[in-house]
């Protein structure tokens, strides 16, 4: 009884997008690429080494207190390319 009240034919994902957009003022948005692997993979890495550094007292390991800042720096490098990557993907399909 209650399927008999459901359409048969499905409506797309894009076709729903189109009404929700156009009737309802509501924007369908791709979070910015927070849940993708690599970007899991680039804020554990960072955060580890954020954790490390605030561990780190000043003149302990001076080998940790250059190279992990360094590193750092290049995995924030690496995330911000990877987003830039990520935004141009989505915002070509969209
Ligand atoms: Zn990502």
């Known amino acids: 009884m209650h399927l008999e009240q ?6 797309s994902y894009e ?5 929700v957009n156009a009737r309802f003022n509501i924007a ?3 979070r ?12 554990v890495k ?7 550094l605030q561990n780190v007292t000043s003149a302990s390991d ?4 250059v190279q992990l800042p360094s ?3 290049m995995l924030n490098f690496e995330k911000e390319v ?9 915002s070509d399909i969209m």
């Not at 910015?32 to 804020?43: F, Q």
């Not at 001076?62 to 207190?65: F, G, W, Y």
């Not at 990877?82 to 989505?90: C, N, S, V």
């Open 46 to 52: 960072i955060g580890i080494i954020q954790q490390t």
């Open 32 to 43: 910015r690429c927070d849940t993708c692997s690599i970007c899991r993979e680039l804020a």
């Open 82 to 90: 990877h987003l830039k990557q990520a935004e141009t993907f989505y």
């Open 6 to 11: 459901i359409p048969k034919n499905k409506v």
């Open 28 to 30: 369908f948005v791709y």
């Open 62 to 65: 001076s080998q940790i207190n």
């Open 71 to 73: 590193k750092l720096r």
């Open 15 to 19: 076709k729903t997008r189109d009404i």
